[in-house]
């Protein structure tokens, strides 16, 4: 590797190519204490909160009433890290689709259109996949969902994990940490050809059970197996919970740096296979499964050559706990495979070095995370003035106005090419049964015309070869029957050769007389189908007739019809134009619930910084806890509101400032009986938005309504 150019392997995967490249390195014992109090830190930074929670739950919730609507007897279940406690704030959504249709092509179609209609983003599905799978993101929450078909097994392997998580709450720890490091260091998506999440939560478990004493326990031994039969495979889904965690005293920074170190310097890819239902290992040999040719690295020097190759099956090898015949590297490309090592690699050297963790987990292309959604729903306008707030406000109702009335268009114009449509089929409908007599009338012509020829040509060869009429052939049969069968006369008695022609003669006007009597018969069929033929030759011009009486009638009364093409492909084009606007309308509709998530956003702002004015007006640091000086904005005092009583009743002028406390406080009588109901009413209302709550980016409900009673 040592030729290679410095342009291409090396700058993509030094850490690699520097381990190829060096020789007789000495081992270097990592210590990861020191990453303690930074794990810790980073874990409530990136642990799910329970804003996070609240919108997680509520998409979970919606999707699940929106597919058991639309899907008659399926059932939605979440799996994965949000049900194991393993997963971090911006981790995905998954959720499994069990439905007794096996037409999965149909299903992820269906699914498509649904969710286009529910302003979803980014959907695309994997239809050829192990587990056929639809990936989209919700817009409103900001998560990436994956919704898996028939995955039942997934909620096993849910149960297994969760109850790894609650051994030990440094098992907890370590994942979620390893899975920000991947997260944050591009190497955690099966899509992109790297581990999976779930992958690198078994990596993790695996390392906790091989580490000496071992802290994580193998669930997976029992006496008592349990077993469950999924697409006519047998499952061994045993899970004992009653075992304890290993009595390691490692820290979660310890455990993470000799995770590294393992993983990067000391484990054999070649030799063996992660397995944590075998204790956190076993031998490939033992396992079977053998590290193929070729190997990443000389797939990408033949990619670099011009040629094509694929890279062997088995290399960062991952055993399924449940699906041992899984292997979850099947996704691993070879530049994933590079990228993994070299990631590793890279970690371990920063660990060795006492780099800070930020500087381990550093973000390999922000632009990956440019969709989250943020803590603070107002982060980008605080720094804003009113009337900057106000002006993006104008401008987005205007464009809301504008695509309205797009939107208004595209739905005529798609409502006039449905009536089209419509309107065709019901006209094809109309003269459907017309056409299929005048279509079955055709046939039948053309298969009695292939008869008649057959019967044409048999007749014919007969009377070829038999030239005789039938009448003829029995009166000659008649004479030599009678004179052979007459009585002898002795005086006149026939040579012998004379009676063998008489005989001969007779056989032959027998079989003469077969083959004419043949021939008649096929004159009279070939008389009856020729009639039969003339008369459905005369009925397809009464189908044709009938059939443009009954058209000219319908499309008298669909004038609008009377220029196109009243057929099947007339048809199909006005399905297709429909068809074609509705997906305008979709796109619309996205730009659509972008701007009203938008204007909502900024309306929210603008009623929050009314209700509470002086958040512009305390110093900077108040600002930013959105408090101030909120004296002056507390209303009259009592001993004011008794001057203004005193002025109106002496009949003196009053201020326009007086007048409008004079209102807001319930008029004169309100003046006068100290603490109105309208002040009541007053403080209520702002104690109620006091406990409104967090006002960060939440789902919200949709859908929901209380019925009155």
Known sequence: MSSESPSSFEQRWPEVHRQLNSENEEAIVLEGKYLDAAITKGLKSHKENDSTKKRRDGLIRHLEKIFTTRFKGCNVQAFGSSQTGLNLRNGDVDLCLITGSKDVKKILKRMRGILNDQGMEDIFTIPRARIPIVKFRDPRSGFDVDIAINNSLALHNTKLLKAYSECDPRIKDLILTVKHWALQRAICDAYEGTFSSYGWTLLAIAHMQMIEPNLAPNLQLSEQREEVEIGKKVYDI???????????????????????????????????????????????????????????????????????????????????????????????????????????????????????????????????FKNEEPEDLFHDLRDQKDHEIKSKLENINSEIDTLTTRMDALESERASAIRMARAMRGIIEETGDIRKKHKDTIVEIRKRGKEIDVVRKKRDLINRNVVIPVHMVEEELLKLYNRLTAVIDRERVPSLNREKNWFSLFFELQQMHIKACEAGRLHTEFIELSKAQRQDISQLRDFESEHDDVTKNL???????????????????????????????????????????????????????????????????????????????????????????????????????????LLSSGGLKGLTSGDSNSDKKQRKKKSAMKNLGDLSAHRGSRNRYSRKD
Request: glycine content about 8%; charged content about 35%; aromatic content about 4%.
């Open 238 to 368: 045993t899970v004992s919970e009653q075992i304890k965690a290993g009595e390691s005293k490692c820290t979660t920074g310890e455990l993470l740096a000799s995770f590294f170190e393992r993983f990067a310097n000391k484990w054999d890819w070649h030799a063996d296979v992660i397995s944590i239902a075998n204790g956190g290992s076993i031998s490939r040999a033992e396992k079977g499964w053998k590290f193929a040719e070729p190997s990443a690295i000389e797939v990408i020097e033949a990619a670099e050559d011009g040629k094509d190759l694929q890279m062997g099956y088995h290399h960062l090898s991952i055993e399924d706990p449940l699906d041992k015949q899984h292997d979850l590297c099947r996704v691993v490309r070879p530049e994933g495979e590079l990228t993994i090592r070299d990631e590793l690699l890279r970690a371990a050297r920063m660990v060795a070095e006492g780099k800070p963790f930020t500087k381990i987990c550093e973000v390999v292309r922000p632009e990956r």
């Open 555 to 661: 499309l008298d009364e669909e004038v609008l019809l009377k220029e196109e093409d009243v057929s099947k492909s007339g048809m199909k084009s006005w399905d297709k134009r429909a068809n074609s606007i509705m997906r305008a309308l979709r796109q619309r509709r996205n730009q659509m619930h972008s701007l009203r998530r938008e204007k909502g956003r900024l309306e929210a702002w603008i009623r929050k910084d009314e209700k509470r004015p002086s958040v512009r007006k305390g110093s900077p640091k108040d600002q930013a806890r959105g408090t101030g000086n909120r004296r002056e904005h507390r209303g009259p005092s009592q001993a004011e509101k008794e001057e203004i009583r005193k002025k109106a009743a002496s009949g003196a002028t009053i201020s326009l400032g007086d007048l409008d406390t």
